[in-house]
């Protein structure tokens, strides 16, 4: 799906310039998924922007769900199945995006834990959507405090990219990095309510040095 990845790249650009940086990583099993980075100097701070490519190529599939031809049967059970397919057009698309204070930690070593996420649904049948977390297994980068990240809600940074029917659109996932403690927090209480917590203490989610919220 090279031209789905043509369009992505575009969008990309038009939303956030042109990058400064790119870098590829493979993955047994998987497609090739780069990450690129964007410098932002327009705001409140030199804001470093990184992007995933290469995870919209495919759509995401649960493989514990039905096929698309399953069936049930006349007597209204489904017939058990014996494997699942994948559909290779339908089903959620979407990019990964990641937004850090600049110059305050040695965040490209993010570059790596940032594909591996990225090619979770490929690699590990994971549907990423809102609301949901990703664990790297360590740190995000080099003494970062954060080991996983909370998905939020696209379209505020880019644009949902609309494909030809009867794709579904590509939809571009801001990650919120999170401290060990939040993430347990948040399982607990859920991902609006950790979210208002950071909001309600006036947290700065891109400071890649921030300590945890106050949680109790």
């Given at each position: 799906m090279?031209d789905?990845l043509?369009?992505?790249?575009?969008?990309l650009?038009?939303?956030?310039?042109?990058?400064d940086?790119?870098a590829?990583?493979?993955?047994?099993g998987a497609?090739?998924i780069?990450?690129?980075?964007?410098?932002?100097?327009?705001?409140?701070?030199d804001?470093?922007?990184?992007?995933t490519?290469g995870m919209?190529a495919?759509?995401?599939t649960?493989?514990a769900?039905?096929s698309?031809?399953h069936?049930?049967s006349?007597?209204?059970l489904?017939?058990?199945?014996?494997i699942?397919?994948a559909?290779?057009v339908r089903?959620?698309?979407?990019?990964?995006l990641?937004?850090?204070?600049?110059?305050?930690?040695?965040?490209d070593?993010v570059?790596?834990?940032?594909?591996v996420l990225a090619?979770?649904?490929q690699?590990?049948?994971v549907v990423?959507a809102p609301g949901?977390?990703?664990?790297?297994?360590g740190?995000?980068?080099?003494?970062?405090?954060?080991g996983?990240v909370?998905?939020a809600?696209?379209?505020?940074?880019v644009?949902?990219?609309?494909?030809?029917?009867?794709?579904d659109?590509v939809r571009?996932l801001?990650?919120?990095?999170?401290t060990?403690?939040?993430?347990?927090?948040?399982?607990?209480h859920?991902?609006g309510a950790l979210e208002?917590?950071w909001l309600?203490?006036g947290t700065?989610?891109?400071d890649p040095?921030?300590?945890?919220?106050?949680?109790?």
């Open positions: 090279s789905v043509e369009l992505v790249e575009a969008r650009r038009t939303a956030l310039g042109e990058p940086g790119r590829a990583v493979t993955f047994l497609e090739r780069e990450v690129l980075r964007f410098q932002d100097d327009s705001g409140d701070g804001v470093v922007r990184y992007a490519l919209s495919r759509p995401m649960d493989p769900g039905p698309p031809d069936r049930p006349a007597g209204g489904a017939a058990p199945l014996s699942t397919f559909d290779p089903g959620p698309r979407a990019e990964l990641l937004s850090v204070r600049a110059g305050r930690a040695d965040t070593k570059l790596r834990p940032l594909a090619a979770s649904p690699v590990e049948g990423v949901g977390s990703l664990d790297v297994g740190p995000l980068w080099p003494d970062a405090p954060f996983s909370l998905v809600e696209p379209g505020g940074l644009e949902d990219l609309e494909l030809p029917a009867p794709m659109p571009f801001p990650l919120l990095p999170m060990p403690g939040e993430a347990a927090w948040k399982r607990v859920g991902a208002k917590r309600t203490y700065d989610l891109r040095g921030r300590t945890a919220v106050p949680l109790d």
